[in-house]
């Protein structure tokens, strides 16, 4: 675990939001795409929310609702933003009929 559970203030909250994207965020976003059908993708989906639990929720309570309060988005959002994100930026590459 990275931190024990404690509630924290809105401050601390800030700054563990600020370590997220900063550590774990970036490491989803430059391997989402090449493990997205890997079996370690549900290894990663919990991870994250584990993670993101952490930041403010109480250890068995859904972490939904502090992902929306964050503006976090959940590891298979995180695909389909990078998916089209390819597809946009390479439409050259793709053929249509």
Same mark, same amino acid.
Request: with cysteine; glycine share 4%; hydrophobic share 35%.
């Given at each position: 675990?990275?931190?024990?559970? @404690?509630? @924290?203030?809105?401050?601390?909250?800030?700054?563990?939001?600020?370590?997220?994207?900063?550590?774990?965020?970036?490491?989803?976003?430059?391997?989402?795409?090449?493990?997205?059908?890997?079996?370690?993708?549900?290894?990663?989906?919990?991870?994250?929310?584990?993670?993101?639990?952490?930041?403010?929720?109480?250890?068995?309570?859904?972490?939904?609702?502090?992902?929306?309060?964050?503006?976090?988005?959940?590891?298979?959002?995180?695909?389909?933003?990078?998916?089209?994100?390819?597809? @946009? !930026? !390479?439409?050259?590459?793709?053929?249509?009929?």
């Amino acid at each position: 675990m990275l931190c024990s559970w @404690v509630y @924290v203030s809105h401050k601390h909250t800030e700054s563990l939001k600020t370590i997220y994207f900063a550590y774990f965020h970036s490491t989803i976003k430059h391997g989402i795409i090449s493990l997205s059908y890997s079996s370690y993708s549900k290894n990663m989906f919990t991870l994250q929310q584990k993670t993101v639990r952490m930041i403010g929720a109480k250890p068995r309570n859904s972490s939904r609702d502090l992902l929306k309060e964050t503006g976090i988005l959940h590891l298979p959002c995180e695909y389909i933003i990078s998916f089209m994100d390819i597809t @946009v !930026n !390479n439409q050259e590459k793709f053929h249509t009929n």
